[in-house]
């Protein structure tokens, strides 16, 4: 199974009693992000761009919590930086745990193994483990040797322990579509309970930035990639999306960005959408909500910066919404078992 079948029900409910009340605007994943610092530097980060003092600073759990509340998602992803740099992650996890949160803890796996006696297995609670690719590339694009041997080492760890893990790929510019098909046969062969991919998009404060895809590349690679899951020939092959987001990055749906789906909270505030489109923070969620003036933001608008994005904090949520239509549902359901 790719998403746990109590999120998959949790998050149906949720979506259900948005759809009940008309309510239009509504997040579906916080992206919580405690800090920034980072033990890595890969080049198609922005984060650890930002000046020193930023760099130093982190969210308490009080922040955490009161950004969950506010926020309402059911399910929060705590990326970073690296947020097992953070003095209280324990602490941060285990209260959106009891908050009944799913969350995704995002890491590069250098320190999960000597972290997992600070967490708990649970429904929950998963490890998202950051992998671009086998080993040599992977180490490239994280500019260190031997990362991709520690993160393995780290999840196989995790699984003995109980832990549901996954992993997060960014798919960059000139990469085949075997590798990236090799890469998923390992990952299917070491058990990860689901794998989430994304093709990798032009943001400012990258500082690689030629190795992003455009929206008629992005398609007609991950067409090349997914064709033999579509036939049905990889079933070790399992992902943590809605079919539908897959659909989308091969053509096969033609969806808009659903902006407000993934907000972004951070030392800073409530990012204006979306974390890509660097445009300044607001105090509070409800201001984010008010404030924006969302019909500037997806392919429909016009905007420039949005116009070959098809990155899955903006597409997933549009596609996690199209699942609840009635004729999408019974292979929404059955995705759950594959």
């Not at 969350?103 to 483990?129: I, Q």
């Not at 987001?245 to 204006?272: A, I, N, R």
């Not at 949005?306 to 004729?327: N, Q, W």
Request: hydrophobic share 35%.
């Amino acid at each position: 199974m790719a998403i746990h079948w109590l999120q998959a029900l949790e998050v149906g409910k949720y979506l259900v009693g948005k759809r009940l009340k008309g309510d239009k605007q509504f997040p579906l994943v916080l992206m919580l992000e405690p800090l920034f610092r980072c033990n890595l530097a890969c080049t198609g980060c922005g984060k650890i761009q930002h000046p020193a003092e930023i760099l130093k600073q982190n969210l308490s759990p009080e922040d955490c919590f009161r950004a969950a509340e506010e926020c309402g998602a059911p399910v929060v992803s705590i990326p970073g930086g690296e947020p097992l740099l953070h003095p209280q992650i324990q602490e941060i996890v285990e209260g959106l745990v009891a908050r009944k949160k799913f969350v995704y803890l995002c890491t590069n796996g250098l320190l999960l193994e000597k972290s997992l006696d600070k967490f708990k297995p649970s429904p929950y609670f998963s490890f998202s483990v950051h992998l671009d690719g086998l080993k040599e590339q992977h180490d490239k694009c994280v500019d260190r040797k031997g990362v991709f041997d520690k993160a393995i080492s780290a999840i196989r760890a995790a699984k003995a322990r109980g832990f549901r893990v996954t992993t997060n790929t960014t798919v960059f510019e000139g990469t085949p579509a075997s590798e990236v098909q090799e890469f998923f046969d390992y990952l299917g062969e070491l058990g990860v309970d689901g794998m989430m991919v994304s093709p990798g998009y032009s943001y400012e404060w990258a500082p690689d930035q030629d190795s992003f895809l455009a929206q008629e590349k992005t398609k007609a690679l991950f067409r090349e990639i997914l064709a033999p899951y579509k036939a049905g020939k990889k079933k070790s092959w399992v992902f943590n999306h809605s079919p539908l987001f897959l659909d989308f990055l091969m053509g096969e749906k033609d969806y808009e960005c659903t902006p407000w789906g993934s907000p972004s909270f951070s030392v800073f505030g409530w990012q204006k959408p979306c974390y890509l489109v660097n445009e300044g923070h607001y105090k509070t969620f409800q201001e984010l909500l008010d404030k924006t003036e969302w019909e500037n933001y997806g392919k429909k608008s016009g905007n420039p910066k949005c116009a070959d994005c098809m990155v899955h904090c903006g597409y997933e949520p549009t596609a996690a919404l199209d699942s609840m239509e009635p004729s999408n549902m019974g292979r929404s359901l059955a995705s759950l078992f594959n």
